[in-house]
C-alpha cells in the first residue's frame, strides 16, 4: 500500500556508549550546518552549527564532522544519556541574503537505553 | 533565558476557514521565520520576514498564506482559506542580527494545525 510520511532511520544505543547520527545534504553551496534535536512535541533545538570553511567543531559533549567533498555531515554524541533521546535533524543554512532559511534533512530517532 | 512562544498550541479548525497563528519571538531579534512540519515528516521552511517585509518564502507560501508584524512584538501567519493538507506543526523561528559568527535560530514550541 501507499506510504504516508517518511519512516526516519533510527538509532538505539546504551547509556554511556557514543552515538554518531549521520546527514547527506544537498545545496554544495551552503555556508553554514547546524544540527538541532527535537523531542516530542516540542520545537526544534540548536545543538551545534559549522561553517563550510571548517571540517570539524567540537562541543561540549558533541562534535560535527563535515565533508564537503561527499556533502556529509555526522554528529558524534560522547557518553550518550537518556535525556538524549530525541530527532535530529541536520539543517544547511545558504547564508548571504538567505540567511536564516533553513532547508533540513529527514531526521534520525535516536533512542537510548539505560 | 528568552524563548519564542507561540499561541495557540493547538488549534481545530474546518476546512475553509482562516485560521491565524501567534508568535511573540524574542525581543531584541530582528529576522522571523515560519517552518511546518507534517507529521512524521522534516520541518520545511515557508517564508522569512525582516523589516516589516518577507524576505524570502517557499513554494509552499501560496497566495492563502500571509504573515504580519502589527506591533512590536507579535508575528503572525494567517491561513485565509485552510485545506486539509494544511494540518501540520507550525513553528515560528527568530534570530538577531546576523554577524560573522552564525547567530542560532530561536525556534518556539509550535501550534499544532488540525483542519477537518
Known amino acids: 500500500g501507499e506510504s504516508v510520511g517518511l519512516h526516519l532511520p533510527t538509532l538505539s544505543v546504551q547509556e554511556g556508549d557514543n552515538s554518531i547520527i549521520n546527514c547527506a545534504y544537498s545545496n554544495s553551496a551552503s555556508d553554514y550546518f547546524i544540527w538541532y534535536k527535537q523531542e516530542s512535541g516540542k520545537g526544534p533545538q540548536f545543538i551545534i552549527d559549522?561553517?563550510?570553511?571548517?571540517d570539524k567543531r567540537q562541543g561540549q559533549r558533541v562534535t560535527v564532522l563535515l565533508n564537503k567533498t561527499v556533502k556529509h555531515l555526522s554528529l558524534q554524541i560522547a557518553a550518550t544519556q537518556p535525556g538524549d533521546s530525541a530527532v535530529y535533524f541536520c539543517a544547511e543554512d545558504a547564508g548571504g541574503t538567505s540567511y536564516g532559511k533553513l532547508t533540513f534533512g529527514q531526521g534520525t530517532i535516536l533512542t537510548v537505553h539505560p | 533565558e528568552p524563548e519564542v512562544t507561540q499561541t495557540p498550541s493547538h488549534q481545530v479548525t474546518q476546512m475553509g476557514q482562516e485560521v491565524i497563528l501567534r508568535c511573540v519571538p524574542i525581543s531584541n531579534h530582528l529576522y522571523f521565520y515560519w517552518y511546518r512540519q507534517i507529521l512524521g515528516q522534516k520541518v520545511e521552511f515557508l517564508v522569512s520576514f525582516y523589516n516589516n517585509e518577507i524576505s524570502e518564502k517557499s513554494e509552499i507560501f501560496d497566495d492563502q498564506f500571509s504573515v504580519e508584524r502589527p506591533d512590536g512584538s507579535n508575528f503572525t501567519l494567517k491561513i485565509r482559506s485552510t485545506k486539509l493538507e494544511d494540518s501540520a506543526m507550525y513553528f515560528c523561528?527568530?534570530?538577531?542580527?546576523?554577524?560573522?559568527?552564525?547567530?542560532?535560530?530561536?525556534f518556539g514550541p509550535g501550534t499544532r494545525l488540525t483542519v477537518l
Open positions: 559549522i561553517r563550510s570553511n571548517m
Open positions: 523561528a527568530s534570530i538577531n542580527i546576523p554577524g560573522t559568527a552564525y547567530n542560532e535560530q530561536f
